[in-house]
DNA sequence: GAAACTGGTTTCCTTTAGGAAACTAATTAG
DNA sequence: CTAATTAGTTTCCTAAAGGAAACCAGTTTC
């Protein structure tokens, strides 16, 4: 018996793979998809807010990755000309629109955990 | 006019995204979720489609990352007595479960290049 | 016998990600 | 005057991720 298959046939469906790798671009790293989570759930909120809501995110990841959400349009940056400056974040409409991916990562999180509980019960 | 309040009241949302966080444990990285994303689109394959398929994955890579999402039984391992061996990887029933995750991100994808291309239109 | 196929492993190296702590400036409350 | 608040920045460091190339064993084809 012979393994030799000429090599797959590799159909179009590449497409989807390439969006796949154009949305981990964005999104990769251990803090842009827990702070989009939080933007989703709680709205408008301050950079003390995320800083201290975050569990372990340091102040200078969070306002690198910050910076990097807002210049791919995905968060939106005001300041507010309070005594002290105050300032706040949310997610733009085009950032809401990753609502689905966030809950369909949420929801499989969920799903995970019921699955090692079925298994070791 | 002074910034300050109390601190923002954190409802207990929390759960969801500690089941972000839980899935971006396993997820994370520059390799897994494309991988998965083959995995569902062309079903069984071998080690060879998987590292001709996917852009610019190294051997060392591929191999430790399949080892990684078997360990998690995402994906199974077939090992087959031909000559040469021949080795087919698929996802297991809870891997499969990741494809909402997957089309999601694949969705987002196209959802984000149409809205980049408006904007310079 | 040489080359090519299978599915990897090993080594060595560079780059990136990430974290801790100190520091800034402007302002206010005590 | 001191301490604390706001929203960060800077520096220094380590750990992890990732890549290129060589190597391996077993088998088959030329």
Redesign the interface.
Known sequence: ???KKP??E?PE?K??????????I?L?G?WK??II??LL??GK??FM?LL???DGIAAKMLSKELQELEQN?IVARTM?P?????VEYELTE?GK??S???T??????????K?LFKKES
């Not at 497409?15 to 981990?24: F, H």
């Not at 369909?104 to 955990?113: K, L, M, P, Y």
Request: proline share 2%.
């Open positions: 018996m012979n393994a090599a797959m590799v469906c497409e989807q793979l390439i969006a796949i790798k154009d949305t981990m964005l990769s251990k998809i827990q989570g939080w759930l709680y909120v301050r807010d201290r809501g975050i349009q507010m309070t005594k002290p400056i105050t085009h629109t990753l689905g991916v966030i369909a990562i949420s929801t499989w999180g969920v799903t995970h955990r699955f």
